[in-house]
């Protein structure tokens, strides 16, 4: 098709689209150089592409899904998405996968001085581990710990602190108190008090989805408590911090005097609110936390990007 135009317009076609597409020039500007108009400027380089005198292809370096991570970003009105390129079936290589795009997101977007949130978590300790520097910042633990794993407890502050240098505000209460009053005596000791008051200071927070029950510290911690089975019922699919949502992402109430963490409210007031998660299983669980509205950035994984798209 490139025959349509002589070897000299072919010339012209590719440097006018050259100069719009890979410099970034305005079509007038372009047009002024040229002598010709801003029209058939912008005629010429939709046709340089039409004719395949220049090629357009994403160069991002990272496995992420340009055309899903856009999409995904346009339907459920994030500022920003990152569908990372792997369909893999296995739970442990999904996992790894999103855990260094995750790791590369946060060393891109922490900053001097920040004060910053994070949730425990699998994906969340695998990006920590594969961080080598950050600013310095303070890091805050955003809901109490889990239990057995040593990912449901303090690993990811502690890696990031180490990283940042800077204040570290741990979490040592469990993530859901007994309903004995008693219970939230915990919550006044002067070490607890100085992590929760950071919640109204932060401007970043990094947190995982759980998918309910199986991928879940929340769902242990009531199965220990013997109360998992009524918010099964209840319809919870998954968390997000502190928040147990149902498949609408409606937040399911219950826990509110009794868990230990960021609020929803709280967590809303944060600047940039990331959720990171995906993989088999967690379908729901990432589409719940869309629904809900409560984050603004997402990363997860083909599979989970395209059944939120579909739904």
Same mark, same amino acid.
């Given at each position: 098709m490139s025959r349509q135009l002589t070897i000299d317009q072919q010339v012209l076609h590719v440097h006018v689209a050259m100069? $719009?597409?890979?410099?970034?020039?305005? %079509? $007038?500007?372009? *047009? *002024?150089?040229?002598g010709k108009s801003r029209f058939a400027t912008a005629r010429m380089v939709k046709r340089a592409r039409a004719l395949g005198l220049i090629e357009v292809r994403p160069t991002v370096s990272a496995p992420v899904d340009v055309g899903l991570s856009a999409q995904l970003t346009q339907r459920y009105g994030l500022r920003a998405a990152l569908v990372v390129a792997t369909h893999s079936s296995d739970v442990v290589e999904s996992r790894d996968a999103i855990a260094r795009i995750?790791?590369?997101?946060? %060393?891109? $977007?922490? *900053?001097e001085d920040d004060i910053l949130g994070f949730a425990p978590g699998r994906t969340l300790v695998l990006a920590s581990r594969l961080i080598e520097r950050l600013p310095s910042a303070d890091v805050v633990q955003l809901t109490g %710990?889990? *239990?057995?794993?040593?990912?449901?407890?303090?690993? %990811?502050?502690?890696n990031i602190g180490r990283l940042t240098g800077g204040a570290t505000h741990p979490l040592y209460a469990p993530a859901v108190l007994m309903k004995d009053p008693e219970a939230t005596l915990l919550l006044k000791?002067?070490?607890?008090?100085r992590t929760l008051r950071r919640f109204d200071h932060m401007q970043k927070a990094f947190l995982t989805i759980g998918g309910w029950p199986e991928a879940s510290w929340m769902a242990r911690?009531?199965?220990?408590?013997?109360?998992r089975e009524e918010y099964e019922e209840k319809g919870v699919v998954a968390e997000i911090g502190t928040m147990l949502l149902d498949a609408d992402g409606n937040t399911v109430d219950g826990l509110e005097e009794r868990i230990v963490g960021i609020s929803e409210e709280q967590l809303r007031n944060v600047e940039m609110r990331v959720a990171i998660g995906g993989g088999p299983g967690k379908e729901h669980a990432v589409l719940a936390t869309l629904r809900a509205g409560v984050v603004n950035h997402m990363i997860t994984d083909i599979r989970c990007a395209k059944a939120a798209l579909a739904a």
């Open positions: 100069q $719009n597409l890979a410099h970034g020039r305005s %079509v $007038n500007d372009i *047009a *002024a150089d040229i995750a790791a590369r997101f946060i %060393v891109d $977007n922490v *900053a %710990v889990g *239990a057995p794993r040593l990912e449901d407890g303090i690993e %990811v502050i502690s000791h002067p070490s607890i008090q911690q009531l199965l220990d408590l013997g109360e």
